[in-house]
């Protein structure tokens, strides 16, 4: 009966949301929730008021997410390393300005 329950409030549709388990119906992912209540403490009720959800439905994300941790938080790590990576590569378009504009203010 847990699992039917925890079932309403998880899905996984491949193509959606990178086929990551989300809230049903919506485009909230179970580490969106992680991210936002045990990294940014927020709070359940917090992140169910500003996101239009129910408590049950935060709460199913963090059940979710304790079933599950190891591979969320290698899900985790490996966006963070992504991003690292892809900021390395990337140019800042802020930074070329704020250099240009020093540029110009020397000369």
Do not use: C
Not at 39 to 57: F, H, P, Q
Request: aromatic share 6%; proline share 2%; net charge negative.
């Amino acid at each position: 009966m847990a699992t039917e329950t925890l079932h309403q409030h998880i899905e996984i549709t491949p193509g959606l949301s990178g086929g990551k388990p989300r809230i049903a119906g919506h485009r909230i992912t179970v580490e969106n929730i992680v991210i936002w209540h045990e990294r940014m403490g927020k709070s359940v009720d917090e992140i169910a008021t500003e996101y239009d959800l129910t408590l049950a439905d935060v709460y199913a994300a963090l059940a979710y997410y304790f079933d599950h941790r190891a591979e969320i938080d290698q899900s985790l790590e490996e966006s963070r390393t992504f991003v690292k990576t892809l900021r390395q590569q990337t140019s800042s378009k802020l930074s070329e300005k704020l250099q240009e504009q020093k540029q110009h203010g020397e000369d």
